[in-house]
């Protein structure tokens, strides 16, 4: 059972279809990246999978049920800032969740924990950082144990260190069997932090990977003497149709794995390799063909 299952899930605002036909899968236990510029779509599907608001058409199941009592059992969620008293502490806020969610008041204290902020657990919201606020919004989100987390842009407005933070605790939340969907305008940060990811443009998702194969179709930057000496090396290794180059420079389609071969190779029939080096495929330039370049990437 797949922990979130959409078809063809649209939501129309007026005139404005601001989620088109999104089907997306969440698979036990990975960290899902739910990525697009703003304005994409990514808080309405969200919201949507949470029955803040209803689709236009399309259906969701959430850990194998479909809306209605009680599907949101073993589901945590941070979406739109959550709401704690100012003048309350951070755990005392948390015992108020607790009370009301049927929680025992022991579990305060863990979660508290797991967002490292028990330090200054008995200080008041109000005097939290925005970081700090965000952990305390997700220590609610993990009250009921869920198995499931849904978190909407959790590390926006957070100052490097805090979005660090907040990425290792999500990695270690997921290390202990929770699954996490969250969304992100960032590129990078879903590339550190998620195992899958769905990009989503204009209301659309346009692609459903793992991060391994975003990050796939680097090459092998080659510079080597003499070039007609050097070409026909690597021809005999890699086949003609696969080496590309001009001026000594070739630019290889390979895996990375085979930078050593190639060198010995080389350097075995008398060529002189004045640089072997691997480069990444362009993440950047990929999310925005995806997403038709409509909006920048942090
Ligand atoms: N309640 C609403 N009424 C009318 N239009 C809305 C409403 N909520 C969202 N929209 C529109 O739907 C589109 C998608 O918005 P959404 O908030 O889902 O995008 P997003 O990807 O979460 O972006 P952001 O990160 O900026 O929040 C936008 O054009 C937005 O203006």
Redesign the pocket.
Known sequence: MNPVETIKLA?N??E?A??RDVSLTVRPGEVYGFL????????????MLLGL?RPTSGSVRILGKPPGPGYLDKVGALIEGPAFYPYLSGRKNLVVLADHAGVARSRVDEVLDVVSLSGRAGDRYSTYSLGMKQRLGLAAALLKEPELLIL??PT?GLDPAGMADMRVTIRELAANGCTVLL?S?LLAEVEQICDRVGV?TR?ELVAETTVAQLRAGGTLRVVAHPFDQARSVLSALLGGGRVLGSESVFDLEVEQDQAAKINAELVGAGVEVSELRWREPDLEQAFLELTGGVSHVD
């Open positions: 939501k605002f007026d404005v601001a989620v697009g510029p703003n304005g994409a779509g990514k808080t309405t599907t969200l919201r608001i909407d842009e926006n969304s305008h989503i209301g």
